[in-house]
């Protein structure tokens, strides 16, 4: 019985996967199955990538290739399986004007176990199963016709219909005409110039990024540091670029945003490489950076290349208090003062005499500090948007341990109607062993003019005052203001 033979269990899918696949693509003729001539990776002569930092690549690949006289069929694969189909352009390197294209096609029906499977419908495969007797292996092999494949396969084998059959591979004759192994690009051609041309195919492609990531190492009197840029480069494409010339565009770049539908989610490891320092140049609205070298960058990688370098920069470390409107009473503590957060910041100017001067792209910045033994530790990260040459960084690091700040409003007058009188005290306590200057910076509401303070002021904003406020080692400072003010 044929149900004996087979064991009545399973899904055929998943057996699926260990059918022998030829990994090229092929299309059928009427002599039988015969490769269209195509253009891989072995036919690649350059490639140059120009990389967006919004998710988005310019592929300019070039692969030379023999044309027939007329009209022919020419296939690209190994381009990136997330290829924009209607930004493809195809030209003749060689003569442009004696080569055009008549249609173009974007292949992406790819081969899968379950697509094979589907294409088989009302077609024989063989099914084959080992079996161990008396200590000897055998294949069984039955010839079985796939009738449906609704929520399961369905067989015919001889006279009857067969459902739930278990088989460790199964064999197909051929492949389908219209299953690719990888994502492809058809073209008709129609060629009137010679037979051998460099054909260049240019096309966006999504699942390439870039962004900048530094690393800050000041020094231990918080007066110099050392400046490292890299780029991170991430290919989640679909496909690897071999002794690419790669270019980087930083810039907020307008697109018009794909459906929903059209999003991927994709899986990346990490792999590092050092290289030169980059070239950039001004280019339209952006900037452009160039390696100056040729890269591989292979799919599902991140590299990281060098972006620049910079010694001995100049820095300054700031202590902050930003007063914010609710500190004007504690409404579970009343009478209690309000402590704010004493935050931290490295300034350093992008200027060529501080040894940098490039425009930074928006990144990252890792901020490290050595320690009394000369071991470097951590000590904060922020990111910075896109910085031009000349332009100050202010980098928050965090809060201080040591530098401790309370508020209190400590008297509030009606002088007049719509006319008040406030007065705060802020006092900043510092456990260091070293001096700090701490600015302080207060919203004031309405019309205001300021009564009298403990400290030099200046007025930042239409509602801010600054302070700014020497607070002695191991000390305290104590900072008073009163402000008239008319709504």
């Not at 900048?212 to 490292?228: E, Q, S």
């Not at 609710?326 to 004493?342: C, E, L, Q, T």
Request: charged fraction near 25%; aromatic fraction near 8%.
């Amino acid at each position: 019985m044929i149900r004996n033979r087979f064991l009545a269990a399973g899904a055929v899918l998943l057996l699926l996967a260990l059918t022998r696949i030829d990994p090229y693509p092929v299309r059928a003729t009427a002599a039988g199955l015969a490769a269209d001539p195509e253009a891989t990776l072995d036919n690649q002569v350059d490639v140059a990538v120009t990389v967006y930092n919004s998710n988005l690549a310019l592929v300019r690949d070039v692969r030379e290739l023999t044309l027939a006289e007329g009209e022919s069929d020419v296939r690209f694969v190994d381009i990136a399986a997330t290829v924009n189909p209607a930004t493809v352009h195809l030209r003749s390197v060689s003569e442009p004007s004696r080569v055009s294209v008549v249609e173009q096609n974007y292949e992406y029906d790819l081969l899968e176990p379950d697509k094979l499977l589907r294409k088989y419908v009302g077609r024989t495969v063989t099914m084959v199963r080992t079996k161990s007797d008396n200590g000897t292996t055998r294949e069984e092999e039955v010839k079985a016709t796939l009738v449906s494949l609704n929520n399961g396969p369905i067989w015919k084998i001889g006279d009857e219909y067969v459902t739930g059959l278990h088989a460790d591979h199964l064999r197909f004759p051929e492949l389908p005409a219209n299953l690719y192994s990888r994502p492809t690009l058809v073209w008709r051609l129609a060629n009137r110039g010679g037979a051998r041309h460099r054909l260049e195919a240019s096309y966006l492609a999504s699942g390439l990024s870039w962004n900048a990531d530094y690393v800050l190492i000041v020094g231990r009197d918080d007066r110099a540091a050392d400046l490292d840029g890299w780029v991170t480069l991430t290919n989640r494409s679909g496909t690897a670029f071999r002794s690419a010339k790669l270019q980087l565009v930083a810039g907020d770049l307008n697109r018009v945003q794909p459906s929903a539908q059209r999003m991927r989610d994709l899986a990346m490891e990490a792999k590092a490489a050092a290289a030169p320092a980059m070239t950039q140049e001004a280019f339209s609205e952006y900037h452009l950076y160039t390696l100056g070298r040729r890269t591989t960058v292979s799919n599902d990688e991140t590299k990281q290349v060098s972006l620049l370098a910079a010694t001995d920069i100049p820095v300054e470390k700031r202590y902050l208090v930003h007063g914010q409107e609710f500190y004007y009473r504690d409404r579970h503590r009343p009478g209690a003062p309000i402590k704010d957060n004493v935050q931290v910041f490295y300034r350093f100017k992008n200027d060529a005499k501080s040894g940098l001067g490039l425009p930074m792209p928006a990144g990252v910045i890792r901020v490290y500090q050595a320690d009394a033994n000369g071991g470097t530790h951590f000590v904060g990260e922020d990111r910075i948007d896109h910085t031009p040459k000349d332009e100050t960084l202010d980098l928050k690091i965090g809060n201080a341990f040591d530098v401790v700040c309370e508020r209190n409003q400590v008297d509030f007058e009606k002088i007049a109607d719509s006319v008040y009188e406030v007065e705060f005290e802020i006092v900043l306590r510092n456990h260091k062993s070293a001096p700090v200057l701490v600015q302080v910076n207060e919203p004031v509401g309405g019309t205001w003019r300021m009564v009298r303070s403990t400290h030099d002021w200046k007025k930042t904003a239409a509602w801010a005052v600054q302070f700014d406020v020497p607070v002695a080692a191991d000390g305290t400072a104590t900072l008073k203001y009163r402000v008239r003010v008319s709504y």
